[in-house]
């Protein structure tokens, strides 16, 4: 009744997560400033990084999600991995799918729901799980309302644990 068909793997730093899933330019991370600062930067991955805060706080939207999804326009990747807190894995989940140019017709099911790249999902906070769940939910501001998709095609191929990412974490989360 109870299956996890995401893989759930754990590396004790970002370079070590780095080097062993052989990041490259054909991936595609989606994180913030203040994560990618000071774990990330570092390393100089040859990746296409997009910070999400830059697109606002709080809660996933459709506004959000089709900003992003305009700064990557034509730009060619074959997984995404997604870091950091609810906001970022709901909008990593989306960015797997085949023909995703607006994130309304994901949420109302007006494109097919096919996955075409492979995920990875790195929380940073002590959460609800998403990182193993099919499931992504958005604030649909066009619509005044919030909408989820569930869908095993958003399914992380791999969630990784990673401790060092949660130094400086408030104790409250």
Known sequence: MFT??????NYQTFGEFAEAFALSEDDLVIT???????FMKSEKLPCTFVMQDRYGG??????????ILEEVKGKPFKRVVGVGGGTVIDISKLFVLKGLEDATDAFERRIPIAKEKRLVLVPTTCGTGSEVTNISIAEIKS???KMGLADDAILADDAVLIPELLRGLPFKF
Do not use: A
């Not at 996890?4 to 793997?9: D, F, I, L, S």
């Open 143 to 145: 619509r005044h309302t």
């Open 58 to 67: 709080g809660e996933p939207s459709d506004e959000m999600i089709n900003s």
């Open 4 to 9: 996890v068909k995401t893989n759930v793997r």
């Open 32 to 38: 913030q400033s203040f994560l990618y600062e000071p």
